[in-house]
């Protein structure tokens, strides 16, 4: 006889699951990262040569598929209005959004672009960047937020899906309201301005990382499930 139990990755697509599919039951299992992968004492120079990204500016980093759901034209507007030369946009991520992203940016004067769509080590980019943008207008809990949690970059959110429940305004992330130019914008300029948030920031995201978020946590909860699956009285 077998057993089976639906797992979902955030609470948010643990809702959605119970609506669509009408099941009573379903468990919550955070997806998790690899925390050794993410050498925060890493030369952010030599990582910036080798990713051939400028060595000078302040990189905003983006994560995610490139579609419109992702909003990262929202990100586009905010570097416009700060009009700063020295900030530089980087979009990892691939899609049907690309060329239009490509476009929009010229048409806002946003010369600073770059889109890596073939990219086979997030952490590395990562790791050179200053600040990650997380600017969907819907998610769960994307696995982009966590691996910057990890390489401890400070972090800047919209308030949707499981981000609402993890993050907390200034303390270990800065939190926006979901397609809100004005304050995106000045949470920009607010980072850039204060090292003393950035730190704050940083050092409690990899913190939560840690402590719930990990690789090892993740097989811990999943091993401790099939257990229960075949009626072991033990766990992990």
């Not at 990189?59 to 598929?65: D, M």
């Not at 819907?138 to 499981?162: Q, R, Y």
Request: with cysteine; proline share 2%; net charge positive.
């Amino acid at each position: 006889r077998f057993g089976a139990i639906p797992v979902a990755v955030s609470s948010e697509t643990n809702k959605a699951a119970r609506e669509i599919f009408k099941l009573q039951k379903i468990i919550t299992i955070f997806n998790g990262v690899e925390i050794n992968n993410f050498d925060t004492n890493l030369d952010k120079i030599k990582e910036r040569k080798e990713q051939k990204l400028p060595v000078d500016k302040i990189i905003l980093i983006n994560v995610g598929n490139l579609k419109p759901i992702k909003n990262q034209k929202l990100i586009i507007d905010a570097v416009s209005r700060i009009n700063n030369d020295k900030l530089f946009l980087l979009i990892l991520g691939r899609g049907e959004a690309e060329h239009e992203l490509i476009a929009y940016a010229k048409d806002q004067g946003v010369k600073n672009f770059k889109i890596v769509k073939n990219c086979t080590n997030v952490a590395k980019f990562l790791l050179a960047s200053d600040i990650f943008v997380l600017s969907s207008k819907s998610e769960g809990l994307p696995l982009s937020l966590l691996e910057a949690m990890a390489a401890k970059i400070p972090i800047i959110s919209t308030n949707v899906g499981e981000m609402k429940k993890i993050l907390v305004d200034h303390e270990n992330a800065i939190v926006v309201k979901s397609n809100n130019v004005e304050e995106l914008t000045s949470a920009i300029s607010e980072l850039m301005a204060n090292k003393k948030l950035q730190r704050r920031i940083s050092l409690r995201a990899k913190k939560l990382a840690k402590n719930k978020f990990s690789l090892k946590n993740m097989v811990k909860l999943y091993c401790n499930l099939y257990l229960k699956l075949i009626g072991e009285n033990f766990s992990i």
